[in-house]
């Protein structure tokens, strides 16, 4: 059975303050959410030229997002959080006890760079804030 993952999203705004959650497939560790789906999220949010409000109609019309109980009540191997603040274009990456903040627009490079620097924490069995990243 393959590895399965929880994403929480909260966003708040001045127009738009809300949240939803993932499931899904494929990733075992917090690196691997942060780069095969995380990234995209936080991109999108944080992205000026982005209208938020197109992002979370593209959300919906996905169909991915599940309910807050499905959410709670699913047997998943990795859960992640991601906090969005768009109008000062920052995010952070919740992961178990640790996490990655991205402030000022962060770049697909940086949250790369991150998600490699997760990888190296977890299959040396460091799993503690790593906010130095």
Known sequence: MAPTYGLAVHFDSYE??????LLGDGCETPGEVLRDVAADHILRICNPDDDL???????????DAV????YENADVDTRCTIFAEPYY???SFDFGE????FDRLPSRQQIED??????EHARNGYNR?????
């Open 16 to 21: 738009y303050r809300g949240e939803f959650r």
């Open 53 to 63: 409000r197109n992002y979370l109609l593209d959300v919906l019309d996905t169909g």
């Open 67 to 70: 309910s807050e109980s499905r």
């Open 89 to 91: 274009l920052r995010a």
């Open 98 to 101: 640790g996490n990655v903040q």
């Open 114 to 119: 991150a998600s490699r620097n997760l990888d």
């Open 129 to 133: 804030n790593v906010d130095d990243l």
